[in-house]
């Protein structure tokens, strides 16, 4: 009798963990889609502006601009975070072309290390350090940052980060 009791007490405490998982992971899965809406919501705002100035770089501190907060009336927003950071920066082309990828700002949070982006260090022929001659192109690298009003703001819920092409300054004609 006792060994049933103790075998029902086993399925009904791991029945009510699965659960009690499955509960928490449905509740980050609507905080993911909500905060990945605003964060396409405020992309979309910003690559159809004419202009982006910087906010300046893309460490917290320094420059980067204060979260908005949206308030009670916002409906499913309500309490969400949203951080713009827009830095101005130069990418040559032809390193990116025999890298075969632009680099990513490193993050920093709690992606395993294996998934994060690594350097390759193979090296493509003809990619070798006098061969790089293309010309840098100036650029936006645009980076919205979502928090739930559950999560901190060390680390945020999502991140997105695009690159725009800044402003071609106008030539004269001759």
Known sequence: MALATAVTAVFTITIASVLSAAINN???AERLTIASTLAQTKMSQL???PNIEPTGHEDHGQGASEPQTFGP???????YKVRLIVVAEKINLQEAASR????GIPL????PAGVQN???TIEKAGSSESSI??????VHRIIIEVMSPQESNDHPLYRVETIRPAEKPTELEP
């Open 100 to 103: 075969g990828s632009l680099e």
């Open 73 to 79: 009336d916002a409906g499913i927003y309500a309490g």
């Open 26 to 28: 449905q509740a980050l």
């Open 133 to 138: 001659t293309g010309g840098d192109v100036a």
């Open 118 to 120: 690594q350097e390759q």
């Open 47 to 49: 690559l159809s502006a």
């Open 108 to 111: 920093d949070d709690k992606i």
